[in-house]
T-cell receptor
Framework: DAKTTQPPSMDCAEGRAANLPCNHSTISGNEYVYWYRQIHSQGPQYIIHGLKNNETNEMASLIITEDRKSSTLILPHATLRDTAVYYCIVSGGYQKVTFGTGTKLQVIP | GAVVSQHPSRVICKSGTSVKIECRSLDFQATTMFWYRQFPKQSLMLMATSNEGSKATYEQGVEKDKFLINHASLTLSTLTVTSAHPEDSSFYIC???????????FGPGTRLTVT
């Protein structure tokens, strides 16, 4: 079973920041938080991952709370191409990745 | 870097036949590959994990004799759906992981339709 809870859907205006929350209250010390997204009828795309520090790359930022029980993925300037299902996943290093139901993000023009 | 391809992208086969799907890591060596299945409007379901040169580990409920997985090299894994039935129609997605790297890179998926 997935170890994360995400809202089923969210809307975001084009050009604004999209903030996608994820709860993972049972995360253990050696488990990472990963984010992937899946655009309709395509394979998932890796976005970012982190352990306890905030992370940023060319796609997004990942903010992890100090107790590590929740995190937020931030897309700083959402575009229509960011419309997708976003999956927050908790996994320990080399463990297998199990997908939950994700958040369907709709970017609105 | 980290590109994964799948072939074919779409396949239609008749009930009772077998179909093979290839998953290749194009620019890296994949020590571990994963196979997922996704039904319409559902999330991805992990079917099996394969490490190069060893037998695949199947998830509970996945028939190993029906879904044959071979990971013969560090860049190629194959999934063969044997004696396919209409209920096997689905979107099959593979992913690959580099050695010592945690994130997975996914292929574009293969849509299988069994008539």
């Amino acid at each position: 079973d997935a170890k994360t809870t995400q809202p089923p859907s969210m809307d975001c205006a084009e050009g604004r920041a999209a903030n996608l929350p994820c709860n993972h209250s049972t995360i253990s010390g050696n488990e990472y938080v990963y984010w992937y997204r899946q655009i309709h009828s395509q394979g998932p795309q890796y976005i970012i991952h982190g352990l306890k520090n905030n992370e940023t790359n060319e796609m997004a930022s990942l903010i992890i709370t100090e107790d590590r029980k929740s995190s937020t993925l931030i897309l700083p300037h959402a575009t229509l191409r960011d419309t997708a299902v976003y999956y927050c996943i908790v996994s320990g290093g080399y463990q297998k990745v199990t997908f939950g139901t994700g958040t369907k993000l709709q970017v609105i023009p | 870097g980290a590109v994964v391809s799948q072939h074919p992208s779409r396949v239609i086969c008749k009930s009772g036949t077998s179909v093979k799907i290839e998953c290749r890591s194009l620019d890296f060596q994949a020590t571990t590959m994963f196979w997922y299945r996704q039904f319409p409007k559902q999330s991805l379901m992990l079917m099996a994990t394969s490490n190069e040169g060893s037998k695949a580990t199947y998830e509970q409920g996945v028939e190993k004799d029906k879904f044959l997985i071979n990971h013969a090299s560090l860049t190629l894994s194959t999934l063969t759906v044997t004696s396919a039935h209409p209920e096997d129609s689905s979107f099959y997605i593979c992913s690959a992981r580099k050695d010592r790297i945690y994130e997975q890179y996914f292929g574009p998926g293969t849509r299988l339709t069994v008539t």
